[in-house]
């Protein structure tokens, strides 16, 4: 574990998808002394993230899981929305279903028109090729020798996709071979971080091959509970472990790559945010930034389901008895099987109206129905489909802030999901689409009933009110430290929190918006082009001490 006197040029606190990508760029060179900062453990210590099918066990333990819940509200029906977020290194690469979605091109084109200059999808298009090892797809589009192995999932392994496929092609959505090429549109077989039977987590890809390098540190179970201010710069962390309260210094820059929800928790427990809400809980304000833990948006997901009528067509026949067995055999041997496979194989990209240029909507199936057991999420034994469905750019915004000075306590989640009329209607639309779906042939010779939400619910009122009291998230919060110019930014395009030196945010919570689809293979991205950033700003800086 670091101590207070060690010198660092670098300080990243947060070992997640961002972070863990972030420092192990940072320290490639050699010639940067850098701290990693992670609250949770070693992603090695625990099999089931190894495992891809481990998901189930991971999402809902605590020894890994910041087990986060969101504030009731009316788009919730009044519930407590579990907000999971991962605790080790990798954070949610290390737990999550492992879905590699870029988005579309809009997306950045989007950022960049809010003016946020060098986050155009042609602009982060070579930083995606970069990170990339994939087989598929165009060269032109497609990076080959990165550090983070993407596969497809098997197409023709789980004969009920191909029965959706076809389908699909029959209500006007074709067949995309490549869901992260030149268009999202159609229906195609999830590209995921898996590789061998192995998830390829950033702790996996990133850091264990870093981990023999001098310049990296990486202190774990270190729960940062605020940044070192002098003046106007950020000069270090203040951190705990175990309960001991210790300090780092960074001579160069801090990034704070905590994720949406701990980044501006952070920030305002150092007092930058929104000075009268920080004077409410005893903490002197810093510095004014209105916009810290602001512009919240999440993808709010209705799970519709499906009973099945035929044997073996999906995994709930898989997962009990001999054949369970069968499938651990297969992975033992070959890394292979259904313990080798996301959670969700499959998913279609579909435009909700006329008039609109791209998709703005996503069905993505889950060939198994799942119940919860205490706090486990386990495969059900009746046979039959899941399908999360969303709309893809949310317009409904929350916030999430801190409660108190005590860094142990959760901060208040408010999501305010579907207050924004496009979100309600959007996903009215995509409901319906998946019930179209399911009523198409070759599909609706093996369909049973309509499980959730139930084929006696028609109205736009009856399914809005299911869609209240039943939606969860897809686990893809993002913007609460949005990237831009205006009043509520809180860091610009290279990510450098407005008003504070030596200080940037690197991770979901800089996005301005959603992007359409997962959010880890954007955070990755981030990871890297921060780095870009930040040692390009170190040769600048090099070269004018040295002039």
């Known amino acids: 574990m670091p101590t207070a006197e060690e010198p660092y040029d670098y300080i990243v606190v947060g070992a997640g998808s961002s972070g863990a990508t972030l420092a192990a760029r940072l320290s490639e060179s050699g010639a940067y002394r850098v701290l990693l900062l992670e609250a949770g453990t070693e992603e ?7 495992v891809p099918v481990g998901v189930s066990k991971m999402i809902d333990l605590p020894a890994v899981n910041w087990c986060f819940s969101a504030e009731p509200d009316d788009g919730s029906g009044g519930r407590r929305i579990e907000v999971p977020r991962g605790k080790m290194l990798g954070g949610s690469s290390s ?15 989007h950022w960049a028109q809010l003016g946020n200059r060098g986050w155009s999808w042609q602009d982060v298009l070579p930083v995606y090729k970069r990170m990339e090892n994939y087989d598929g797809g165009s060269d032109e589009l497609r990076g080959r020798k990165g550090p983070l192995r993407i596969t497809d999932t098997p197409r023709h392994k789980i004969p009920l996709l191909e029965k959706m496929i076809e389908a699909a092609q029959k209500i006007g959505l074709p067949f995309n071979p490549d869901l992260n090429g030149a268009t999202q549109e159609g229906i195609g077989m999830s590209q995921v971080t898996i590789a061998k039977g192995r998830r390829q987590s950033t702790a996996f890809c990133y850091l264990d091959p870093a981990r023999g390098r001098a310049n990296l540190v990486i202190g774990k179970g270190a729960m940062a509970e605020t940044l070192i201010l002098e003046g106007r710069r950020c000069v270090g962390v203040r951190y705990a472990v175990g309960g001991a309260r210790r300090e780092a210094r960074a001579a160069r820059e801090v990034v704070v790559s905590s994720g949406s929800i701990n980044s501006p928790k952070l920030l305002e ?3 930058i945010g929104q000075g009268e809400l920080l004077r409410g809980l005893g903490i002197a304000p810093v510095h004014e930034l209105k916009g810290v833990g602001e512009n919240l948006r999440d993808h709010y997901s209705p799970r519709v389901k499906f009973a099945i009528t035929e044997r073996n067509a999906t995994f709930n026949d898989n997962a009990r008895g001999w054949r369970l067995a069968r499938e651990a055999i297969k992975y033992a041997l070959w890394g292979e099987g259904f313990l080798a496979t996301t959670s969700v194989p499959i998913r279609m990209y579909f435009r909700t109206r006329p008039g609109l240029e791209t998709p703005d909507a996503t069905v993505s199936v889950l060939p198994f129905l799942y119940e919860r057991v205490g706090h486990e999420r386990r495969i059900a034994r009746r046979r039959g489909i899941t399908m999360n469905i969303n709309v893809l750019r949310s317009e409904s915004t929350g916030s999430i802030h801190i409660k108190s000075a005590d860094p142990a306590e959760p901060p208040a989640i408010r999501f305010n999901f579907l207050s924004a009329r496009a979100d309600r209607e959007g996903l009215l639309a995509a409901i319906r689409k998946g019930r179209e779906l399911m009523a198409t042939s070759p599909l609706k010779e093996i369909t049973g009933e309509e499980i959730a939400p139930g084929a006696t619910l028609q109205t736009d009122d ?5 869609v209240r009291n039943n939606a969860e998230t897809t686990y893809h919060p993002v913007g609460t ?3 831009g110019a205006d009043a509520m930014a809180v860091v610009d395009n290279e990510l450098k929190v407005h008003g504070i030196q030596g200080l940037r945010v690197a991770d979901a919570s800089i996005m301005p918006t959603l992007t359409s689809g997962n959010t880890n293979a954007p955070c990755i991205m981030i990871g890297e082009k921060c780095a870009e950033m930040v040692l390009a700003a170190a040769t600048a800086q090099d070269r004018r001490k040295a002039a």
């Not at 090695?44 to 190894?50: I, K």
């Not at 737990?95 to 084109?109: E, F, L």
């Not at 009856?462 to 299911?466: A, F, I, T």
């Open 44 to 50: 090695s210590n625990y099999f089931w993230s190894r």
């Open 95 to 109: 737990i999550n279903g492992m879905v590699y979605i870029r988005g579309q091109a809009q997306d950045y084109d």
């Open 269 to 271: 427990l150092s007092g």
């Open 462 to 466: 009856e399914l809005l009110d299911w």
């Open 481 to 483: 430290c949005k990237m």
